[in-house]
């Protein structure tokens, strides 16, 4: 299990004088075939870097970033899942349990990973995850130009076709890790977005959820990269 990113304590007793609002945490899963590089995308996100060196994962590895959106500090668990059958069958029920958003990945160089994903979907959709769960698709190893597999209006087809954003990156070009960042964070803010809207939808509603957020921006101003 490993963590990078930084840590999101809530206010301590130093910030006392300024009202409590909780973190709110946003569990996001990565999911696709053994070796796309799920983990490799999400240590670039948490931890900053591109591992020298990685393992298939076993079950599943949490990592976790607290970013910041209009002001507000959100908590984004990432739970980085096993690709290979054998490592994650007894875990797939807790990858989809209570799951804000799903990202799926294939890997720009190999074919059978992108046909793969309507097996991924597949499996996402028979956990039931609500509609309103956001998903993005991630065609990643775009560093490897001579070897592309993929053609980009390929994946942009197949990404329509399922209602989602393509996001084409490279874990490991340091270049490209705004591109990374830009698949967290885009769903980071479309889950604030729609809490927010949730929230204010059952305001007024009595014994219903209330909005945790008690300034809302006034500005209209968002850091969404999308
Ligand atoms: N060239 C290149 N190689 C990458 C990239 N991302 C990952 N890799 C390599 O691909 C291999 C697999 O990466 P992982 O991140 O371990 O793959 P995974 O999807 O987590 O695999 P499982 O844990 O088995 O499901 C490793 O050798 C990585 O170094 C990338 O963007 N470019
Ligand atoms: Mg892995």
Known sequence: MAAGGGGGRPPGPESSLEPYVQTRIFK???IGDSNVGKTCLTFRFCGGTFPDKTEATIGVD???K???IEGERIKVQVWDTAGQERFRKSMVEHYYR????VVFVYDVTKMASFTNLKMWIEECNGHAVPPLVPR???GNKCDLKDLIQVPSSMALKFADAHNMLLFETSAKDPQESQNVDAI????AC???AQRSLLCRDLEGRPGQARRLDPTPDASGKTSCPC
């Open 98 to 101: 209570n799951v804000h958003a």
């Open 62 to 64: 949490f990592r976790e």
């Open 66 to 68: 607290t970013v910041e």
């Open 184 to 187: 967290f964070m885009c769903l």
């Open 136 to 138: 993005v698709l991630v």
């Open 190 to 192: 479309r889950l604030k």
């Open 28 to 30: 996001i899963i990565v």
